[in-house]
C-alpha cells in the first residue's frame, strides 16, 4: 500500500489545529495507517511539525501569491491577504503555537521571508497614508497572526460563525477595539 505523504500531513494538520497534543498514534489513527507506518515518514513528533511547518510556510507563500500584495490599496490587499489564509488558518494557528519549540538555528528561514513580505504591505499603507504609524510594520504583522490564529480556533470551537472569520480580523486589525465617536 502505497502511503501519500501528502494526505498524512493533511490529516495531522486537521487534528492538530483541532487536538495540539494529539500522539503519534493519534495521527496515525485519524491518516487510517499503522504507527510504523507514519513513523517510516515521520520519525517522531519533532519531523512531523517541522513537515508540517514546511507545507504551512508554501500554503502562506500560496495566499501570499494569490493576494496580489502590490495590487491597489493596502487596505484592499489586506483583506485578500485575509480571505487567502483563511483555508489554512487552523494550520498556521497550530504552528504559531508549536513554533515557539524552535528558536535560534532551528528557526525556519521560510517564516522571515513570510514576515517581510507581509510587514512590507503594512509599510506601504503606512506611507500611502492608510495605516497607523505609531505601530510598527513588524507589530502590525505579529498583531495579523495573533488574529487568524485567534480567529481559526474561535470558528473551530463554535464561538464565531465561519462566515464572520475575514470581516473580524480585517475589522479588529483595521479598526481598532475603541469605538468611535460617530457610532
Do not use: C
Not at 63 to 88: K, V, Y
Not at 106 to 114: S, V
Amino acid at each position: 500500500m502505497t502511503v501519500d505523504r501528502d494526505q498524512v500531513l493533511r490529516t495531522a494538520a486537521a487534528l492538530l489545529s483541532r487536538k495540539a497534543t494529539a500522539t503519534m498514534d493519534e495521527v496515525a489513527r485519524a491518516a487510517g495507517i499503522g504507527r510504523a507506518t507514519l513513523h517510516r515518514h515521520f520519525a517522531g513528533r519533532h519531523s512531523l511539525v517541522k513537515a508540517l511547518e514546511d507545507l504551512g510556510i508554501k500554503e502562506f507563500e500560496a495566499a501570499l501569491e494569490a493576494a496580489r500584495l502590490d495590487d491597489g490599496t493596502a487596505e484592499d490587499a489586506l483583506r485578500r491577504l485575509i480571505a487567502e489564509l483563511e483555508p489554512a488558518a487552523p494550520l498556521l494557528a497550530f504552528l504559531v503555537t508549536e513554533n515557539q519549540l524552535f528558536e535560534g538555528d532551528q528557526m525556519h528561514e521560510g517564516w522571515n521571508r513570510l514576515d517581510a513580505r507581509v510587514s512590507a504591505l503594512f509599510r506601504r499603507g503606512q506611507e500611502q497614508g492608510e495605516f497607523r504609524i505609531d505601530l510598527t510594520p513588524a507589530w502590525l504583522t505579529e498583531a495579523l497572526y495573533g488574529l487568524v490564529g485567534a480567529g481559526a480556533w474561535s470558528v473551530q470551537e463554535g464561538r464565531v460563525a465561519a462566515k464572520d472569520f475575514q470581516y473580524m480580523i480585517a475589522e479588529l486589525l483595521l479598526g481598532g477595539a475603541r469605538r468611535s465617536v460617530e457610532q
